[in-house]
């Protein structure tokens, strides 16, 4: 019996009246009691408008709002707590380096490198800065196991490149990127990293500092917390250089009738009112992951990774993406197809009962294109999957050809 179900209500509910199994953590993670009730408290006993009341509920809230980002600046190893920005998710996060530092500090002529396996999150913005830049886009390509070789990494990160943006973890594949190796390799060829750790932080710890990377963003959604609510960190020399995002309330110092001052970090990059509710929540997410560690994260995921992959194995006429072994730079994360079956039907049939799995291109379609898919089915795990579930998603699946007349 995992001892984590209990803390999460969703997961003893049933759909089209089955038991749910979620295989859709890549895309949302479910939310544990704790965090729903820290949430709650907040709205019922605090809310109020932080940073702009001298009234005792203003300054609650205020506190709560700081006292979240000084927890989430522990958690990821920053300095300071005023790396830490507040967005509203990884997209928003990403699309604030591109529009604050690639639009001001990229130049015509310059490249910009990144694998192609990366989230349109992180790849559309780069493609903006470089169209209006004059800049170039340089990708790195995985080989058939989805890893990046050495030799992709030095021969695509040159002295031309002024940024290299990547992702901790690919949301297609669960490969699990060499960040140290991608960081020093940008560095030393005078280039800033933007990490994009949206898939990697619910799975792997990440000391900013250790790892010295420039910028990382991730959700606070694909981490246990409240919709809404995200992070970018950077480095406060690199903050301090970058305009504001956004303008409005709150991130100002003063405003005349024709010009304006902008607020110290980080309310530079915080305009107008904040989700402090997704704040809280995604603090008590922290404290939620450092209890149950992320060692019994890792020992956890490894084991029904393995167990999913040697019975995917089993089932005549799937194929998997991204190898089809268990790996230590492998998350439970599972691209895969049905010979003959869409992947939207392949989910459907699996909802009916009761598996949730994750169809399409899953924002990642320059990856689909280089693989020469147009879609796969997804399945992703987290720590508070059973094998039960694998089970039950493994069933299921064997009969999907069965079910539209192909045969077994």
Not at 65 to 86: L, M, N, Q
Not at 148 to 174: H, M, P, W, Y
Not at 240 to 257: D, K, S, T, W
Not at 371 to 394: G, Q
Request: proline share 4%; net charge positive.
């Amino acid at each position: 019996m995992n001892p984590y179900l209990n803390d999460f209500p969703v997961l003893k509910e049933q759909m089209n009246g089955k038991r749910l199994v979620y295989l859709d953590n890549a895309a949302t993670t479910q939310k544990p009691v704790q965090v729903l009730r820290a949430v709650n408290e907040y709205y019922r006993r605090f809310n109020a408008n932080p940073h702009r009341g001298l009234y005792a509920l203003s300054v609650k809230a205020t506190q709560m709002y700081e006292d979240a980002r000084r927890t989430v600046a522990e958690f990821i190893g920053a300095k300071k707590d005023c790396e830490v920005i507040f967005t509203r998710n990884a997209s928003e996060s990403l699309n604030l380096v591109a529009y604050s530092y690639g639009l001001n500090f990229v130049n015509r002529g310059d490249e910009i490198a990144l694998p192609v396996s990366e989230h349109h999150s992180n790849l559309v913005p780069w493609q903006m800065v470089a169209r209006v830049k004059g800049a170039k886009l340089v990708y790195l390509y995985p080989d058939a196991s989805g890893r990046l070789s050495d030799e992709e990494i030095d021969r695509k990160i040159t002295r031309k490149t002024k940024v290299v943006a990547f992702a901790q973890v690919s949301n297609v594949l669960g490969t699990v990127y060499p960040v140290r190796k991608i960081v020093r390799k940008a560095h030393s060829v005078g280039a800033v990293t933007v990490l994009d750790s949206a898939q990697g932080i619910p799975h792997y710890p990440v000391d900013v500092s250790d790892l010295d990377v420039d910028f990382m963003a991730f959700s606070g959604h694909k981490m246990l917390a409240p919709m809404g609510i995200g992070v970018l960190y950077g480095k406060e020399k690199l903050l301090n250089r970058m305009p504001p995002f956004l303008m409005g309330g709150e991130m100002i110092e003063y405003v005349h009738e024709q010009s304006a001052t902008f607020a110290p970090l980080p309310q530079k990059f915080e305009a107008g009112t904040q989700n402090v509710g997704g704040a809280v929540g995604l603090a008590e997410a922290v404290r939620y992951l450092r209890k149950v560690g992320y060692r019994t994260i890792r020992q956890t995921e490894d084991r029904l990774l393995a167990y999913t992959l040697k019975g995917l194995a089993q089932i005549p006429h799937v194929t998997v993406y991204g190898g089809t072994e268990a790996r230590e730079d492998r998350c439970g994360v599972i691209s895969f197809n049905v010979e003959g079956v869409h992947p939207h039907d392949v989910a459907s049939i699996l909802d009916a009962d009761g598996v949730a799995i994750r169809a399409g291109h899953h924002c990642a379609e320059p990856l689909l294109e280089y693989m020469h898919v147009n879609a796969t089915c997804r399945a992703s795990l987290y720590f508070y999957n059973t094998k039960e579930d694998v089970d039950a998603f493994l069933q299921s699946l064997s009969r999907v050809r069965r079910w539209l007349g192909l045969g077994a």
